[in-house]
Structures are given as C-alpha cells and as structure tokens.
C-alpha cells in the first residue's frame, strides 16, 4: 500500500504531492514501482493535529479523488478517513478499501456506510484521537489491551455487515517507542483474529529515535521492520517507498519457498 499524503503537516512528506500534478506523477510512480493499493488522504494525523470536518476533508479530497479515479481506473484506491460521510462519498465513486484510524470509534455510523459496498474496511487502534493521543499512551498490558479493542470491534463491524476486514495495531498512535516494539515482538498474537494484518511502521519515529536519526534516514531501518513483520504474519505494508518495500517481499517471498 503506497501512502499518497495530500496535506502539508504529514510528519514525513507533508506538502510533497499537494498539487493534482505532484499526486498524479506520485501515484504513477507507486504503482510502476508495485503497489497494489494508493491509499489517499487529506486529514493529517500526526501527533497533536485536530480533527478534520467531514465537509473540509471532502472539499480537499474530492478534486484529486476525481482525477485519480479517472487516471488509474485498474488501481486499488484506499482512502484514510475516520468520517463516514467521506467514506460514502468515496464508495459511491468507485473507491477499493476504507483505511480507519480509529477502527470505527470517532464515527458511529462508519460501520452502517462500509458494510453497503463490498469492499475491505482496514481497523486501526489508536488511543484517543491524534490532538491527545500521545497524552493517553497509558496501558499495563498493550499486546492485551490492544487485542481486546480489536475483539470488541470486529463484533461490532461484522455485526454490522462488514464481511472483509483487516486490522493495524496502529503503530505510534497513542504508543510510546517501547509500545510498539512490544506489539513487533508479538505480532504473531493478533492472527488469532483470523483477518489479514496491516503494518504501518514507515519512517516512523519508533525507528529514527531508536537509530538517533530523523525520518528522512528511516528508510533502512523501515526495510529492517517490514522484514520482520512478514515473517510474524503481517499480509500488507503501509509505505512512503513503493519499491523498496515490493523488493522485501518479494525476497521474503522466495525464501518461503526453500
């Protein structure tokens, strides 16, 4: 999954493909490099970022949803959205999978509005929202805690009729640095689920506070992580660099072959 930011306050690449011809040259690039999916979003959310109105966020997104739709019409397009009213927007014109920071929390009704497409709906756990999450990663037992908010969920979304989802135990989101290596080292826990899983770790901070680094040298250590999550189970990477990411998979992939 190739990530297309079209805000200017993304952590890593904010402002780099917010105009339609940056977006387009992006997104072609990504999907000659090998992504199976772009997942496009307006709505920021770094740490201590406020929320997006569903009416903003839709007059930001559709203008390039629009053209990429048109331009790309073989691609998967994923949109990343916590609104329901842009999810439906979205799905009414043709797009393959919701990505939900949220997992469903900050909008009630996203449940009811994905389960009336057949598509993949993508469940994040986050704890609290982007403006305060850092405040709030508090947890005895994050590996527990993050699965129970998974089983909870998931009764709730397939409740509601959603039949295909796959759950990212949202690195970094509401996480301290010892927090989401302890969810890498149990990764294998969340295949109990039964649901493919989404690991979104790319030049994450996780990665360059640990290697004493900034997030424009993260793309090694990303490499390091993504090799690692395969091997734990995790069926699609979240990434700012297409062709490195397809080149671990597809080296992870022969070797499961001897």
Not at 16 to 27: D, M, Q, R
Not at 218 to 239: E, K, Y
Request: hydrophobic share 40%; glycine share 6%.
């Amino acid at each position: 999954m190739g990530i297309l930011n079209l805000t200017e306050n993304s952590f890593y690449d904010g402002g780099k493909n917010n105009s339609l011809k940056k977006a387009l040259k992006h997104t072609e690039k990504m999907i000659k490099e090998g992504a199976t999916f772009i997942d496009v979003g307006v709505a920021t959310s770094k740490p201590g970022s406020p929320l997006i109105k569903s009416k903003e966020e839709l007059e930001q997104l559709l203008p390039y949803l629009s053209v990429l739709l048109k331009e790309f019409p073989k691609t998967h397009i994923s949109i990343d959205t916590y609104n329901s009213e842009v999810a439906k927007k979205s799905l009414e014109m043709g797009v393959s999978m919701i990505n939900d920071i949220s997992g469903g929390i900050l909008d009630s009704n996203m449940y009811d509005v994905v389960a009336q497409h057949p598509v993949p709906y993508v469940m994040m756990h986050m704890q609290g929202i982007p403006e305060n999450m850092q405040q709030h990663a508090l947890y005895e037992d994050v590996v527990t805690q993050v699965a129970h908010f998974f089983s909870n969920q998931i009764k709730k979304a397939t409740a509601a009729g959603i039949q295909d989802i796959l759950i990212d135990p949202g690195f970094g989101f509401g996480k301290q640095k010892e927090h989401n290596f302890q969810l890498l080292q149990n990764l294998n826990h969340f295949k109990i689920f039964n649901s493919p899983i989404l690991m979104g770790v790319s030049r994450k901070s996780m990665i360059y506070k640990t290697l004493q680094l900034d997030a424009e040298q993260a793309l090694n250590g990303t490499t390091a992580l993504h090799a690692w999550g395969l091997d734990r189970g995790v069926h699609m990477l979240r990434v700012h660099d297409v062709k490195e990411a397809k080149e671990c998979i597809d080296l992870w992939s022969a070797l499961q072959m001897f």
